[in-house]
């Protein structure tokens, strides 16, 4: 079981399964806390220990616990979500409000694949059109991946893997 609580804490330290730390990757989108490994070594001799873990998800827990009361509540749980939207919100239109009204535009938002690049993947023919045969295949594509996503630890996979108790 301490395997698991372990192991737990660590992903949601280095994800943002939780909602509360991500690493960030150069270019997806507005910048998150980046958890490094000199805040996770807490005693600073450059190694990791199951305690320096321990302590760090204790410390998160405490920090959405807002009445300390050592439960978290659903009100507790989505006030710290929200916080968190509220500050990506933010910094998502200080980064790309380029002429500084305070809001975004759609010519101001970060570009993403639109529905063309979907829709060039599924036709896999070229013909410019998609047949029940190419949505199917491209539906089978989106499951498979969901389901890897879902067995790595994804979002719906905390703790009932093969080797949770």
Request: glycine share 10%; aromatic share 4%.
């Amino acid at each position: 079981m301490k395997k698991q609580i372990l192991i737990a804490t660590l992903l949601t330290l280095t994800t943002a399964a939780a909602g509360t730390i991500a690493v960030a990757k150069p270019g997806s989108g507005p910048e998150r806390h980046k958890l490094t490994f000199e805040q996770l070594d807490a005693d600073s001799n450059g190694e990791l220990t199951t305690a320096e873990l321990e302590a760090m998800g204790k410390k998160r827990f405490a920090e959405v616990d807002a009445n300390g009361d050592g439960l978290l509540s659903a009100e507790e749980m989505q006030a710290h979500q929200q916080a968190r939207i509220a500050e990506r919100t933010a910094k998502m239109i200080e980064k790309f409000d380029k002429d500084g009204d305070g809001q975004l535009s759609e010519a101001e938002m970060p570009e993403r694949p639109g529905p063309h690049k979907l829709f060039e993947k599924a036709d896999t023919d070229g013909n410019g059109s998609i047949s029940k045969a190419e949505f199917d295949t491209a539906q089978a594509i989106i499951e498979a991946v969901m389901q890897k996503k879902h067995h790595r630890g994804g979002h719906g996979d905390r703790g009932h893997g093969p080797d949770s108790e």
